[in-house]
């Protein structure tokens, strides 16, 4: 069993749609990291988060620690939000990855 | 300019060659991270280094070495290519512990080995 899961793998929603993307973990961690990754490949930080909840713009992180579970939002869904979501732990400081949740928008 | 460039950003090499990917970053940070990316799997790390003199292996460093030049540039050398080692390679970058801070990426490179 994969030390981090996320799900689903992929998600196709239409414009608009509010968006759900969860990570679970099975190890201790000291905080968790939400990426995107673009079609071209390029990956940028999103969150680091190690309690509670995050939001900038559209996006939301929320992170609960006892049942090791982390949810990435997007409301009001944009083509332009098509992409690879990537969730990552750190435990020991190294960052180990979940393999990603495709999503795409339709206009 | 981008903080933090990989050469070359595609390369197509064959079976047995020696392959050097590098990386340098403009960021002033510490600690330097190589990954792969392969379809269906999360990145894996093959080496990091916290600064110039500290050097550890990742989980994937088999047939893998590095060499960090100076803080700004870290470099990934395959010694011999070979074809299960084709994915995408990423170069990182973050200021402290890569656990409580932001990593920064590199653009990748993708590598083929026929």
């Known amino acids: 069993k994969n030390e981090v899961e996320q799900s689903p793998q992929n998600l196709t929603a239409q414009e608009g749609e509010f968006i759900t993307i969860n990570c679970s973990y099975s190890?201790?961690?000291?905080?968790l990291h939400w990426l995107q990754q673009h079609p071209g490949g390029g990956i940028v930080s999103l969150f680091m988060?190690?309690?509670g909840k995050k939001k900038h713009g559209r996006l939301i992180a929320t992170i609960n620690i006892q049942e090791k579970h982390s949810s990435l939002h997007i409301t009001a869904s944009h083509p332009r939000d098509s992409a690879v979501y990537i969730c990552a732990v750190n435990g020991n400081e190294k960052l180990t990855f979940g393999t990603g949740t495709r999503l795409t928008i339709i206009p | 300019d981008a903080d933090v460039t990989q050469t070359p950003r595609n390369r197509i090499t064959k079976t047995g060659k020696r392959i050097m990917l590098e990386c340098s970053q403009t960021?002033?940070?510490?600690?330097m991270y190589w990954y792969r990316q392969d379809p269906g799997l999360g990145l894996r790390l093959i080496y990091y280094?916290?600064?110039?003199?500290?050097?550890n292996k990742g989980e994937i460093s088999d047939g893998y070495s590095v060499s960090r030049q100076a803080q700004a540039k870290f470099s990934l050398s395959l010694e011999s290519a070979i074809p299960n080692q084709t994915a995408l390679y990423f170069c990182?970058?973050?200021?402290?512990?890569?656990?409580?801070?932001?990593?920064?990426f590199g653009p990748g490179t993708r590598l083929t080995v026929l």
């Open positions: 190890v201790g961690i000291s905080a």
């Open positions: 280094s916290f600064d110039v003199k500290d050097i």
């Open positions: 988060l190690s309690s």
């Open positions: 990182a970058t973050s200021e402290g512990t890569g656990g409580y801070n932001e990593q920064f």
């Open positions: 960021k002033g940070h510490d600690r």
